[in-house]
């Protein structure tokens, strides 16, 4: 008697980040893992790095920070209601759009900051 996907208690990170839909593609996924964007439980993980319930799983990606904890190893993709039990979001939620707005941003194409300028940002941020 064959033993199912769902039945490991580990995975490949790349597979399930994949899997549970937090990737597109796996090779997106496997291309994460190997560029430092995929940490488990603190530690930079290479794609083949195994994942088991209660690890903790952090993904840079567009921007955002997505911390997720693995309640369900799985290696096959599935559908979207199945791969949300897969795994609890404890990403923070993102800051309020006021807060964002009130950042000093430099207009894009500027192209580089000045010695000048950037003392200016230096100033501004405490350094």
Do not use: Y
């Amino acid at each position: 008697m064959a033993a199912s996907d769902t039945d490991h208690t580990s995975v490949r990170v790349d597979s399930w980040i994949w899997a549970v839909r937090l990737f597109k593609t796996r090779s997106a996924a496997a291309a994460a893992c190997r560029s430092g964007h995929v940490r488990v439980n603190g530690t930079t993980a290479k794609p083949a790095q195994p994942v088991k319930i209660g690890d903790d799983v952090r993904i840079r990606a567009a921007g955002t920070e997505r911390i997720v904890a693995v309640t369900r190893p799985i290696a096959k993709r599935v559908g979207a209601g199945v791969a949300v039990e897969c795994f609890t979001d404890n990403t923070p939620p993102p800051p309020p759009r006021e807060v964002l707005e009130s950042l000093p941003r430099r207009d894009r194409g500027a192209g580089r900051p000045t010695k000048r300028e950037r003392r200016e940002m230096d100033r501004l941020r405490g350094l």
